[in-house]
């Protein structure tokens, strides 16, 4: 099971690659508030991108899951560096016993105290890729549009997906 953070989605949307989620094992889950975030917001502002997840919700590739009150979410919800759409992933992520996806040090960093598995959306290009339901340079330029339109990438996290991507190519 997986669920998904808005910026994972926002950018597979933007580089137009939402679909790479359906060769995730699992069922890939988009809580309540990251919907109304990503899409509902999304769409009356007119991102594209809004519209590619929503149409993956269409198509079946993503469910949507509402937040159960919980002992976790109460303690999250104390939590000043996360927002609401932290806390709701990794509320619903408990719940179904999934794994976050998201890119943010901080709700990555409160996963990691809660013994919640993680992944970002860099993983989803680079399991696509190894697996052959991408090739490398579809990989590696996916990576690169994704800087283009935005994604905050460092230069060492860059260096290690371009150095993962190429022990592929071997």
Not at 35 to 44: A, F, I, K, N, P
Not at 49 to 71: H, K, M, W
Not at 77 to 102: F, H, Q
Not at 107 to 113: K, L, Q
Request: glycine share 8%; proline share 4%; with cysteine.
């Amino acid at each position: 099971m997986w669920v998904f953070d808005a910026t994972p989605l926002i950018y597979l949307a933007k580089v137009d690659r939402i679909e790479l989620v359906c060769h995730l094992d699992g069922t890939c889950y988009i809580p309540q508030e990251i919907y109304s975030e990503v899409v509902v917001t999304g769409l009356e502002s007119g991102y594209p991108d809004a519209r590619r997840v929503d149409q993956g919700i269409e198509s079946g590739s993503f469910e949507l899951i509402s937040v159960d009150n919980s002992e976790l979410i109460t303690r999250l919800k104390r939590n000043p560096n996360l927002s609401t759409a932290d806390v709701a992933v990794l509320g619903c992520v408990t719940s179904v016993d999934g794994i976050a996806v998201m890119d943010e040090t901080s709700g990555r960093t409160a996963a990691e105290i809660e013994g919640i598995d993680t992944r970002g959306t860099a993983y989803i290009i680079l399991f696509c890729a190894k697996h052959g339901y991408i090739s490398i340079s579809e990989a590696h330029e996916s990576i690169d549009s994704m800087i283009e339109h935005g994604w905050y990438c460092s230069p060492p996290l860059y260096t290690q997906l371009v150095r993962k991507l190429e022990s592929f190519d071997q």
